[in-house]
């Protein structure tokens, strides 16, 4: 039986309970007991604040709901994952071995340094680390900050290291840059684009870094 049908039965049965009072107004008399009328009534009552007779029954309530931080530790969770992986990364740099910072990248990912070519693949990136490594054998990389992306990060870092390189002119070197990231799925960097200010790089190869400046780092 439809939902109005059962309703309709119920509103008859609700008016064939008027007597007494209600029988001066014409209303017929009781055709079931009254025990019977008042289990009726309560189904009336009851059923009449579910639901109206153009409406289906509320299905609030009905749905589960999905805790309220459940996206946001979501993306916690991604964020810290994000935050180790620079963070060892970091360490990676400092650790005098190019080709764990190469490790970080997806097989076929890639470094660009400012403008220069690219290097894509593991190969070629651990040819770039090589070359900072060797221009600054005490390089220490500092992490600054991570900015966290939809699809990456910025990865902001500090190098401070001394030119004794081969050809080196000995001079104290600390220059902040940073990285733009994409990440691929296997969870490394797919792609790098690293920034820094190349004319004050190669000023304080040629005269150092200033003592205020220095002193930033000890």
């Known amino acids: 039986m ?3 049908k059962f309703r309709k039965l119920l509103e008859d049965e609700l008016r ?14 009781p055709t079931m007991e009254p025990s019977m009328r008042g289990v009726i009534l309560g ?11 153009d409406q289906e029954p509320s299905q609030e309530g009905t749905e589960m709901v999905k805790p309220a931080n459940q996206a946001e530790g979501a993306s916690d969770a991604a964020a810290a994952r994000l935050r180790e992986l620079a963070e060892r990364y970091t360490a990676a740099w400092c650790s005098r071995e190019p080709a764990s910072v190469a490790a970080f990248f997806s097989p076929t990912g890639s470094l660009r340094v400012n403008d ?4 894509v693949g593991r190969a070629a990136i651990t040819e770039v680390a090589q070359g900072f490594m060797t221009t600054f054998p005490d390089m220490e990389v ?16 500090t190098l401070v290291g001394t030119n004794t390189g081969p050809g080196g002119t000995g001079n104290r ?5 940073f990285e733009v990231w994409r990440i691929g799925a296997d969870g490394l ?10 004319n004050e790089y190669q000023r304080q190869l040629e005269d150092g870094v200033g003592e205020w400046e220095d002193e930033v780092t000890e």
């Open 189 to 198: 960097i797919a792609e790098s684009e690293g920034h820094f200010d190349s």
């Open 142 to 157: 500092l992490m600054d900050d991570l900015l966290i992306r939809d699809d990456g990060a910025v990865f902001e870092w």
């Open 2 to 4: 439809s939902g109005n």
């Open 43 to 53: 189904l009336v009552l009851m059923f009449g604040v579910a639901c109206s007779p």
């Open 16 to 29: 064939a309970t008027c007597d007494g009072v209600a029988q001066r107004d014409g209303c017929p008399q």
């Open 116 to 119: 220069g070519t690219p290097a």
């Open 173 to 177: 070197v600390r220059i902040s840059g």
